[in-house]
T-cell receptor
Framework: DAGVIQSPRHEVTEMGQEVTLRCKPISGHNSLFWYRQTMMRGLELLIYFNNNVPIDDSGMPEDRFSAKMPNASFSTLKIQPSEPRDSAVYFCASSPTGANQPQHFGDGTRLSIL | AQSVTQLGSHVSVSEGALVLLRCNYS??????LFWYVQYPNQGLQLLLK??????LVKGINGFEAEFKKSETSFHLTKPSAHMSDAAEYFC????????????FGRGTSLIVHP
């Protein structure tokens, strides 16, 4: 079975540009999570979707960040405009619904904002 | 609300030595507990999970963890470290009721010396 697929794997762009990160969850998983990982702050939950509906977006840093899940097989995380402090590794994870269900992570997108 | 504390951001062992990575949690309801491993340039992968069936949980790659309610701990152990075990390890807790959103620890980097 294919795991969680993220694209691109690496993104380098200049400050002020729009950045779009993409995620395809595992088929049949109805929970989707976006995380950001940095050395300083560790792994931070940005937003959680269940059945394509955003349930908790309290971790989204500011209005420059937005996330969508138009259908069960696709989600995007957008940053507009991007800033150097947004540089991090962004992970998407999916799972079946339930607290006892482990998350399946993609390999991440390494984002560098110059 | 729940929280996770991983004691020691770095743990260094010799190849063949016992591995012990510590995790303490707090949760207002019975928790589900997880250990994940992250290798360089990869996403997190599930090592093992506790879901109340047994207090001693065996995972992949020879790792195991014991749930101790009285100590609110879920420490990860492996009898004999291998060079390939060098990675970042994360403990996570999910409440058995509510939003199903897990909380991750800050991670412990395991260094294995030859």
């Amino acid at each position: 079975d294919a795991g969680v697929i993220q694209s691109p794997r690496h993104e380098v762009t200049e400050m002020g540009q729009e950045v779009t990160l993409r995620c395809k969850p595992i088929s049949g998983h109805n929970s989707l999570f976006w995380y950001r990982q940095t050395m300083m702050r560790g792994l931070e939950l940005l937003i959680y979707f269940n059945n394509n509906v955003p349930i908790d977006d309290s971790g989204m840093p500011e209005d420059r960040f937005s996330a969508k899940m138009p259908n069960a097989s696709f989600s995007t995380l957008k940053i507009q405009p991007s800033e150097p402090r947004d540089s991090a590794v962004y992970f998407c994870a999916s799972s079946p619904t339930g607290a006892n269900q482990p998350q399946h992570f993609g390999d991440g997108t390494r984002l560098s904002i110059l | 609300a729940q929280s996770v504390t991983q004691l020691g951001s770095h743990v260094s062992v010799s190849e063949g030595a016992l591995v012990l990575l510590r995790c303490n949690y707090s949760s207002s309801v019975p928790p589900y507990l997880f250990w994940y491993v992250q290798y360089p340039n990869q996403g997190l992968q599930l090592l093992l999970k506790y879901t109340s069936a047994a207090t001693l949980v065996k995972g992949i790659n020879g790792f195991e963890a014991e749930f101790k309610k009285s100590e609110t701990s879920f420490h990860l152990t492996k009898p004999s470290a291998h060079m390939s075990d060098a990675a970042e390890y994360f403990c996570a807790v999910s409440p058995s009721g509510g939003s199903y959103i897990p909380t991750f620890g800050r991670g412990t980097s395991l260094i294995v010396h030859p």
